[in-house]
């Protein structure tokens, strides 16, 4: 038999979510559970250099020239009429996006942090 969701628990459990939006838009702190405890976790050592590792390696100088070929070839193609523009656009984008990950998450945990 399948069961489902009656209006009063629909309504309850919206509640519910808006009480821990206001809750967390209220208490920050309370939200980064990871900030609360500081430094990285016991045993996470190796997976953070490995994480690092990756992260070197996908934003180095090999993915720095592959890049800056990849945003001169769709640039070239949408100059030429062979790429729709809104296509090339979301290509270039999402390397700014790529390369200034670092740059955006170190933003939004300021503006978090207050």
């Given amino acids: 038999m399948i069961r489902t969701m009656t209006s009063n628990s629909y309504l309850f459990s919206k509640s519910r979510a808006r009480l821990a939006?206001?809750?967390a838009a209220l208490f920050p702190g309370l939200a980064q559970a990871q900030a609360v405890a500081g430094a990285n976790?016991?045993?996470s050592g190796p997976i953070v250099a490995a994480l690092g590792w990756l992260q070197g390696t996908l934003l180095g100088n090999v993915a720095t020239a592959v890049a800056v070929m990849a945003v001169a070839a769709v640039g070239f193609m949408m100059l030429t009429g062979?790429?729709?523009w809104r296509f090339g656009a979301t290509?270039?984008?999402g390397c700014f996006i790529?390369?200034?990950a670092?740059?955006?998450v170190?933003?939004?945990q300021g503006a978090a942090a207050g």
Avoid: D, W, Y
């Fill in 82 to 84: 062979r790429m729709n």
């Fill in 21 to 23: 939006a206001l809750l």
């Fill in 106 to 108: 170190s933003g939004i």
């Fill in 102 to 104: 670092g740059a955006i």
């Fill in 98 to 100: 790529l390369f200034g």
């Fill in 41 to 43: 976790p016991q045993g």
């Fill in 91 to 93: 290509v270039i984008i």
